[in-house]
């Protein structure tokens, strides 16, 4: 079964997310509402959506929108006709009745319900027609998150069923698994539980939200929303909603009824328009006090706000031992939360699934959790996990571990999926190194270096382990979310607040060192980004020998926003690429006056298709809509070349003085309409200073080194004003960035 068309009827926030990955993925597809009114202004929501469901804008017309009384004809002609309206049953009935009566015979119906099961949704259809129709429940926002839960019934065509898995992987990049059909099926009936459960131990022993936050976040290998902030971020009321089709679904004894129950500090926030971050706020919420906006917390004794207090774990990385052994209310805490998930996990197998590897994986996918629950006791260890647990009872799984003790109960992951993907492959491989930053693994005949610190940031230890790995071909690759978000900037921090400059220059010069053995190494190197690729992370994927990126990347130089100018090879890089051009080839200045809009402005690009009109990508780098198969393209780039040929290195001839002048005039003119202020003006000379080749004239030939200097001298005069670092205090501080 061929899926060519596809129909939407519903444009709301799934619907309308649905439709624009379709669109991504070049399938044509309609969108229908009550009124054409409402699908247009969805469509323009669309084009026009931060962060971006589009791939590629001037593709929207891939999407047409209708109204389901004059457009009704196109379900006709589609393959794949997805229901998204209002989670009302009696609307979602009369809709199908209109769909199976105008539907092509064989056509697949499937909404998106997030609470209804489907034998209700289907109970009024004939067994012909229950045999196509399914569930197909994505995540909001559907370009970025990567669970699809297809619920299947006895009734349905297997091969169909299948198929249709098959093509949401492949074309729209999703993670597809398979479920029964049980309440909140996989992925919200353990997340919601897990929050539930977060929520509850937090009012029980009396945490602040930020302490429960802190730890139900990134020390868990959970997003730094944790609970109550991810609460403020579904909505509140909606939350209320889903708990109360939890508790009607789920049978009286089932643990999540004890968590479920209504909170009344929750009922008063509703009911005062305290609904989240689309409300007045929620358990957060931003107060004006003197003109400045002050984050304020609620006290969930009291029900009053009062200004946020960051809380300092002092734990950075994800270590679930060392979290739950902590002598303190966190590690009670901690250990409370994870043991009672980890217990609820597994009494739910094998009723809900016979895989449960698939529950981990529905955590990672759906709620961006670095590991799911069984994960984590594997994590724990066996051993460890019953020594501290008090009682299991009635829990099939936990008994029969507890008898076998099996610390390798866990087995294979990513058993949902025939990709041969990295969490496949890491537990096969070798590894071979690791320290504070990255581990590397040995596969085959090749080398993976997987960079392990918050959001990636680079540092010594990352770029030790990558010249290391350079012994073989060598892929670098992340489960994580982000690919790198950059150099480590509390790390350069460090040693400027010493005023130890001596060490940060020694840590830019191996930087350039090893981007610049990544290049030419006599084993190639492939790059396999997602997420955020900035400032030194691009630096990696600029100098590696080849590119295979996700669809889903935020790709830029971004250094000079905190006072900065790229000083990995980022310049030079950029502008051997742009002096590759025609227009290069007449205009000696063409280059360095692109790259110097370009890293001035610190653009960015929210895709691939974005990327490559800037030149942070090439249009022979491969790009992926799946995130599961970045390794195996890689690994099929390194099959492809055995008989590498290191590149050329760069020579660049550049005009020097008067080009510096050009780009001079242009901050002027920026610094008398006041779009950039006095240190702006400074980032940006510094800038026309490297782009320019320093004191060069035309007729003189520079080498990359040459360029690495101008970079690292750039470099360095920024890091030791004081307006740069109180540039990079400040980002690190508020996550925005300083105009000065
Ligand atoms: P929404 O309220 O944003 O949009 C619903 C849309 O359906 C509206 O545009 C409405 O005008 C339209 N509609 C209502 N009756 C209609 C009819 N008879 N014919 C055509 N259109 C009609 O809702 P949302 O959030 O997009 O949810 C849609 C479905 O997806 C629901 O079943 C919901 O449970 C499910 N879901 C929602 C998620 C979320 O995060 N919002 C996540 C996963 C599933």
Redesign the pocket.
């Given at each position: 079964m061929e899926i060519k068309k596809v129909v939407v009827?519903?444009?709301?926030?799934?619907?309308?997310?649905i439709a624009a990955q379709l669109c991504n993925a070049n399938i044509p597809v309609t969108l229908?509402?009550?009124?054409t009114e409402?699908?247009q202004k969805?469509k323009d929501k669309i084009f026009s959506s931060r962060p971006p469901l589009l791939i590629d804008k001037t593709k929207i017309d891939n999407i047409k929108v209708g109204?389901?009384s004059d457009n009704f004809d196109v379900v006709g002609s589609a393959d794949w006709i997805v229901?998204?309206?209002?989670?009302?049953i009696d609307?979602?009935h009369?809709?199908y009745e209109k769909i199976f009566k105008k539907r092509k015979q064989g056509a697949i119906v499937s909404?998106?319900?997030?609470?209804?099961p489907i034998k209700i949704l289907s109970q009024n259809l004939s067994n012909e027609q229950k045999k196509d129709f399914c569930i197909t429940?994505?995540?909001?926002p559907v370009r970025y998150m990567g669970l699809l839960e297809i619920v299947k019934s006895d009734n349905n065509d297997l091969n169909k069923i299948n198929s249709l898995k098959v093509f949401c992987e492949n074309l729209l990049g999703k993670g597809a698994i398979i479920c029964n059909d049980t309440p909140g099926f996989l992925g919200n009936r353990v997340g919601v539980y897990a929050m539930q459960v977060a929520m509850t131990e937090a009012f029980k022993m009396k945490l602040s939200i930020e302490e429960a936050d802190a730890v139900f976040g990134r020390p868990m290998g959970i997003p730094k929303t944790g609970v109550f902030g991810l609460y403020d971020l579904?909505g509140i009321d909606?939350m209320a909603d889903v708990l109360k089709s939890f508790i009607k679904e789920l049978p009286k004894n089932d643990e999540f009824q004890v968590v479920a129950k209504e909170i009344p500090l929750i009922k008063n926030l509703i009911e005062s328009g305290y609904t989240g971050r689309k409300g007045k706020g929620g358990f957060y919420r931003m107060n004006k006090t003197d003109g400045k906006k002050i984050l304020e917390a609620i006290n969930l004794d009291t029900g009053e706000y009062s200004t946020s207090k960051k809380i300092d774990l002092k734990s950075e990385r994800v270590d679930l031992k060392t979290l739950i052994n902590r002598k303190d209310k966190y590690g009670e805490y901690a250990w409370s939360v994870i043991s009672k998930i980890i217990k609820y996990a597994s009494s739910l197998v094998p009723g809900i699934t016979e895989k449960f590897n698939d529950i981990d994986e529905a955590m990672r996918l759906g709620f961006n959790w670095s590991m799911g629950p069984f994960e984590m006791l594997k994590e724990i260890g066996v051993k460890n996990f019953f020594e501290k647990i008090d009682n299991f009872e009635n829990n099939k799984f936990l008994n029969d571990l507890s008898k076998s003790k099996n610390e390798n109960f866990y087995g294979e992951r990513q058993l949902y999926t025939d990709i041969e993907t990295l969490g496949k492959i890491k537990p096969k491989a070798i590894k071979v190194d690791k320290n504070n930053s990255a581990e590397t693994y040995r596969f085959k005949d090749f080398n993976i270096v997987e960079f392990t610190t918050k959001a990636n940031t680079l540092d010594y230890d990352s770029m030790d382990s990558l010249k290391k790995a350079t012994d073989k071909p060598l892929i670098i690759i992340n489960e994580s979310m982000q690919f790198s978000a950059g150099v480590n900037l509390t790390y350069t921090m460090n040693f400027a607040d010493k005023g130890d400059f001596k060490s940060i220059e020694k840590f830019i010069k191996y930087f350039q060192e090893t981007c610049k053995h990544l290049k030419y190494s006599k084993y190639p190197v492939v790059s396999a980004p997602s997420g955020l690729t900035l400032g030194g992370g691009f630096e990696v994927l600029v100098q590696s020998n080849f590119v295979a990126s996700h669809t889903n990347i935020v790709v830029g130089l971004v250094e000079t926003i905190v006072g900065l100018i790229p000083a990995g090879g980022g310049c030079k890089e950029m502008l051997w690429r742009w002096s590759q051009t025609d227009e290069a080839k007449i205009d000696p200045d063409f280059a360095p006056l692109q790259v110097f809009n370009i890293i001035g402005y610190a653009k960015t690009a929210t895709s691939p298709v974005e990327a490559e009109p800037l030149k942070y990508l090439k249009p022979e780098d491969k790009k992926i809509m799946n995130r599961n198969s970045l390794f195996s393209i890689s690994k099929k780039i390194l099959e492809e070349n055995k008989s590498f040929n290191v590149p050329n290195e760069c020579k660049f001839n550049l005009s020097g003085k008067p080009l510096k002048e050009k780009m001079i005039k242009v901050l002027e003119k920026l610094y008398n309409e006041r779009i950039i202020l006095d240190h702006g003006m400074e980032v940006g000379k510094e800038l026309a200073n490297v782009l320019s080749g320093g004191n060069t004239t035309i007729d003189k030939t520079l080498t990359e080194d040459d360029l690495y200097k101008l970079e690292l001298e750039s470099f360095m005069r920024l890091i030791e004003t004081k307006k740069t670092q109180e540039r990079i205090k400040h980002t690190l501080a508020t996550g925005k960035p300083l105009v000065n």
């Amino acid at each position: 079964m061929e899926i060519k068309k596809v129909v939407v009827i519903g444009s709301g926030t799934m619907g309308s997310g649905i439709a624009a990955q379709l669109c991504n993925a070049n399938i044509p597809v309609t969108l229908l509402d009550l009124k054409t009114e409402i699908s247009q202004k969805a469509k323009d929501k669309i084009f026009s959506s931060r962060p971006p469901l589009l791939i590629d804008k001037t593709k929207i017309d891939n999407i047409k929108v209708g109204n389901i009384s004059d457009n009704f004809d196109v379900v006709g002609s589609a393959d794949w006709i997805v229901e998204a309206v209002v989670e009302r049953i009696d609307i979602k009935h009369n809709i199908y009745e209109k769909i199976f009566k105008k539907r092509k015979q064989g056509a697949i119906v499937s909404s998106n319900t997030s609470s209804i099961p489907i034998k209700i949704l289907s109970q009024n259809l004939s067994n012909e027609q229950k045999k196509d129709f399914c569930i197909t429940h994505f995540f909001n926002p559907v370009r970025y998150m990567g669970l699809l839960e297809i619920v299947k019934s006895d009734n349905n065509d297997l091969n169909k069923i299948n198929s249709l898995k098959v093509f949401c992987e492949n074309l729209l990049g999703k993670g597809a698994i398979i479920c029964n059909d049980t309440p909140g099926f996989l992925g919200n009936r353990v997340g919601v539980y897990a929050m539930q459960v977060a929520m509850t131990e937090a009012f029980k022993m009396k945490l602040s939200i930020e302490e429960a936050d802190a730890v139900f976040g990134r020390p868990m290998g959970i997003p730094k929303t944790g609970v109550f902030g991810l609460y403020d971020l579904i909505g509140i009321d909606l939350m209320a909603d889903v708990l109360k089709s939890f508790i009607k679904e789920l049978p009286k004894n089932d643990e999540f009824q004890v968590v479920a129950k209504e909170i009344p500090l929750i009922k008063n926030l509703i009911e005062s328009g305290y609904t989240g971050r689309k409300g007045k706020g929620g358990f957060y919420r931003m107060n004006k006090t003197d003109g400045k906006k002050i984050l304020e917390a609620i006290n969930l004794d009291t029900g009053e706000y009062s200004t946020s207090k960051k809380i300092d774990l002092k734990s950075e990385r994800v270590d679930l031992k060392t979290l739950i052994n902590r002598k303190d209310k966190y590690g009670e805490y901690a250990w409370s939360v994870i043991s009672k998930i980890i217990k609820y996990a597994s009494s739910l197998v094998p009723g809900i699934t016979e895989k449960f590897n698939d529950i981990d994986e529905a955590m990672r996918l759906g709620f961006n959790w670095s590991m799911g629950p069984f994960e984590m006791l594997k994590e724990i260890g066996v051993k460890n996990f019953f020594e501290k647990i008090d009682n299991f009872e009635n829990n099939k799984f936990l008994n029969d571990l507890s008898k076998s003790k099996n610390e390798n109960f866990y087995g294979e992951r990513q058993l949902y999926t025939d990709i041969e993907t990295l969490g496949k492959i890491k537990p096969k491989a070798i590894k071979v190194d690791k320290n504070n930053s990255a581990e590397t693994y040995r596969f085959k005949d090749f080398n993976i270096v997987e960079f392990t610190t918050k959001a990636n940031t680079l540092d010594y230890d990352s770029m030790d382990s990558l010249k290391k790995a350079t012994d073989k071909p060598l892929i670098i690759i992340n489960e994580s979310m982000q690919f790198s978000a950059g150099v480590n900037l509390t790390y350069t921090m460090n040693f400027a607040d010493k005023g130890d400059f001596k060490s940060i220059e020694k840590f830019i010069k191996y930087f350039q060192e090893t981007c610049k053995h990544l290049k030419y190494s006599k084993y190639p190197v492939v790059s396999a980004p997602s997420g955020l690729t900035l400032g030194g992370g691009f630096e990696v994927l600029v100098q590696s020998n080849f590119v295979a990126s996700h669809t889903n990347i935020v790709v830029g130089l971004v250094e000079t926003i905190v006072g900065l100018i790229p000083a990995g090879g980022g310049c030079k890089e950029m502008l051997w690429r742009w002096s590759q051009t025609d227009e290069a080839k007449i205009d000696p200045d063409f280059a360095p006056l692109q790259v110097f809009n370009i890293i001035g402005y610190a653009k960015t690009a929210t895709s691939p298709v974005e990327a490559e009109p800037l030149k942070y990508l090439k249009p022979e780098d491969k790009k992926i809509m799946n995130r599961n198969s970045l390794f195996s393209i890689s690994k099929k780039i390194l099959e492809e070349n055995k008989s590498f040929n290191v590149p050329n290195e760069c020579k660049f001839n550049l005009s020097g003085k008067p080009l510096k002048e050009k780009m001079i005039k242009v901050l002027e003119k920026l610094y008398n309409e006041r779009i950039i202020l006095d240190h702006g003006m400074e980032v940006g000379k510094e800038l026309a200073n490297v782009l320019s080749g320093g004191n060069t004239t035309i007729d003189k030939t520079l080498t990359e080194d040459d360029l690495y200097k101008l970079e690292l001298e750039s470099f360095m005069r920024l890091i030791e004003t004081k307006k740069t670092q109180e540039r990079i205090k400040h980002t690190l501080a508020t996550g925005k960035p300083l105009v000065n």
